[in-house]
């Protein structure tokens, strides 16, 4: 049996066809109920809170993985370790017990039993495999406890429910948006219920050794990103895999508007920009193969289409790519949980199109994005958007942005709230925090912010103060070098990224009601003086001249943002304000250089 989304909100289409044919059948919706109005904005941010009060409830009886036959391994020092802290990476020994049998038949029991505690004890586990969790499981990692999967991606194209031939058996995935069949994620479920990922403390760890070389030799995951000096192939790199030209696999579209998607290269044909190509040309999930041939990264944690989800107490080291990405889902809990890892794309926390999800008491310590809020690119939008998101009392330790909107955001984004945020920045010496709150998103990738609320944020040593300047297309109307929309700027919100990735441009993006307030940043000793940023805030409105749609489709601008009560320290530059085709921004006792300005900004 295998099964596919219809993509409308906590939908699924089950059908019994094989990898290859648009799967349908009956549908199943997931209940739940909206959010009460209110005038208050924080009492919406208490609702999502109180959503959370009572904790889920399994049956009280334990599933140790050793009752199935788990042993633990030794571990020694990887084999050419890479990336960061690779001097002190660690790997299960040669010839390890694999335990993954043992961990689903441990979760298949539990399930069957309706439900309860699946253990894993103390001790290092090897697992040649993705663990995925059933409805009424909760997998608990005991104190010291150590789930090492394996450096090896055939192991994640072996257990997968959709036969995809040469390229394996694979797993409806997300990738950047997009729905794919791809490599399992380490930890995976679809279409379950009351499920939860726990830990004792932070020495209950999941490792996805993304770092370490792949146990046949040669690369690492890591290594797929394409930013090491390493050969081999790379997600960046044109896939002989995929077909020279979208008439192979859309023959029904127009030659104009297959050319638009290919773009004036062959970029296109790099897997890391396959699947956006297929969602523009229409081509069906079950057409979208990768796996075995490609190197599409899978996430760490992917859980896809559940409801009440619950994910606390543990740390998790070296994934692979994203580190949790929670797609369609409803009512997402993650609490204290410690995302430690440093690889290329390994954003902490990826929700995407979701709706009710809490973030609290978390740190971060990532490669990219801390949090990155998400909803679907180019056409995958039918899961619908992201909405209802509270994040609280977390610190970030490092990351290119803090909290972050987008850049897959096609379905749109409403009614975010943070608060009481530390933005460390602990790294700022050698790897500084790029930018604190960003809003990435273009014309492509399109979709909504409306109703996002920041309230009582602290970032003692600042953001990079060197700045990451805006790189128009030719004909854009901003003056060079003036807008630090890539790094440098405490607030950033661009709705002009990454355009060299998106040759359609038909979706322009509309961005209201943004309220920050109590925002505190310090300055940090350089060589050439203190200062906290290079910007405060860069605020760069969807650019005409980048559209490529049909003439006459409004370009809006950025509508109704506010700060009160802020500090942004000492900016590097003269300019500590740059705005474009925004209107009603109003500053109140806002600080920045040593002057406190209460203004309305436009441009």
């Not at 390493?230 to 008439?247: D, E, H, K, Q, V």
């Not at 929309?485 to 441009?505: P, Q």
Request: hydrophobic share 40%; proline share 8%.
């Amino acid at each position: 049996m295998t099964a596919i989304f219809n993509h409308r909100r906590r939908t699924l289409l089950r059908g019994a066809s094989a990898a290859g044919a648009l799967l349908t059948g009956s549908a199943c919706t997931l209940p739940g109920a909206a959010l009460a109005p209110v005038a208050d904005p924080w009492a919406r941010a208490r609702q999502i809170e109180a959503r959370f009060a009572r904790p889920l409830a399994f049956r009280e009886e334990d599933f140790p993985i050793t009752a199935f036959g788990a042993q633990p391994c030794r571990m020694v020092a990887a084999d050419a370790p890479r990336g960061p802290g690779k001097n002190a990476r660690m790997t299960p020994a040669p010839g390890s017990f694999d335990c993954h049998r043992a961990i689903q038949a441990a979760i298949a029991a539990c399930h069957k039993a309706g439900g309860g505690r699946v253990l894993i004890p103390g001790g290092s586990w090897y697992c040649a495999g993705p663990m995925v969790l059933l409805s009424n499981v909760h997998v608990h990692l005991a104190a010291g406890a150590r789930l090492v999967f394996s450096p090896n991606p055939a192991h994640f194209a072996l257990y997968g429910d959709v036969d995809c031939g040469k390229h394996g058996k694979l797993v409806l995935s997300r990738w950047q948006g997009n729905d794919v069949l791809n490599y399992s994620p380490m930890v995976y479920a679809r279409n379950q219920s009351n499920i939860a990922l726990t830990g004792a403390d932070w020495t209950s760890i999941l490792d996805g050794q993304g770092s370490v070389a792949f146990e046949p030799g040669g690369m690492c995951w890591h290594d797929w990103a394409g930013k090491s000096k390493r050969p081999g192939p790379t997600a960046g790199m044109i896939n002989p895999a995929n077909p020279s030209s979208l008439a192979a696999v859309a023959p029904q579209l127009p030659a104009a508007e297959r050319a638009l998607i290919e773009g004036e290269d062959a970029t296109w044909r790099a897997d890391h920009r396959y699947p956006p190509t297929l969602s523009e040309a229409g081509v069906p999930v079950a057409r979208r193969v990768f796996g075995i041939g490609h190197y599409l990264r899978p996430c760490m944690v992917q859980f896809i289409g559940c409801t009440d989800v619950l994910m606390q107490g543990y740390q998790l080291n070296d994934s692979p790519f994203w580190q949790h990405n929670p797609f369609n889902c409803r009512n997402v809990h993650i609490r204290n949980v410690n995302m430690d890892s440093l690889g290329p794309n390994s954003d902490g926390f990826d929700p995407e199109c979701c709706d009710t999800v809490l973030v609290d008491g978390c740190t971060f310590n990532t490669g990219d994005d801390c949090i990155a809020i998400k909803a679907g690119k180019a056409r995958d939008i039918e899961a619908g958007p992201t909405r209802n998101v509270l994040i609280q009392n977390c610190i970030m330790n490092s990351g290119h942005g803090g909290i972050t909107l987008g850049s897959e955001m096609s379905a749109g984004i409403e009614h975010v709230y943070a608060r009481n945020i530390e933005f460390r920045n602990s790294h700022w010496a050698l790897d500084p925090l790029s930018t604190a709150i960003r809003l990435k998103t273009n014309m492509n990738r399109g979709g909504f912010l409306r109703h996002f609320y920041v309230s009582d944020v602290t970032i003692p040593n600042g953001v990079q103060t060197r700045p990451g300047f805006y790189k128009p297309l030719p004909g854009s109307p901003i003056m060079p070098e003036s807008m630090s929309v890539g790094g440098g700027a405490v607030i950033t919100f661009d709705c002009d990224y990454a355009l060299k990735h998106d040759s359609v441009r038909t979706r322009p993006p509309a961005v209201s009601d943004v309220h920050i307030s109590r925002l505190r940043v310090g300055n940090v000793k350089t060589p050439d003086g203190e200062f906290s940023c290079y910007q405060a805030l860069v605020l760069l409105g969807p650019v005409a001249s980048s559209f490529n749609g049909k003439p006459g489709t409004p370009v809006l601008p950025l509508v109704d943002i506010t700060l009160t009560d802020c500090d942004f320290g000492t900016p590097r530059s003269a300019m500590p304000w740059a705005v474009h085709n925004a209107t009603r921004v109003t500053l109140t006792r806002v600080r920045a250089g040593g002057k406190t300005v209460t203004a309305m900004l436009a441009g």
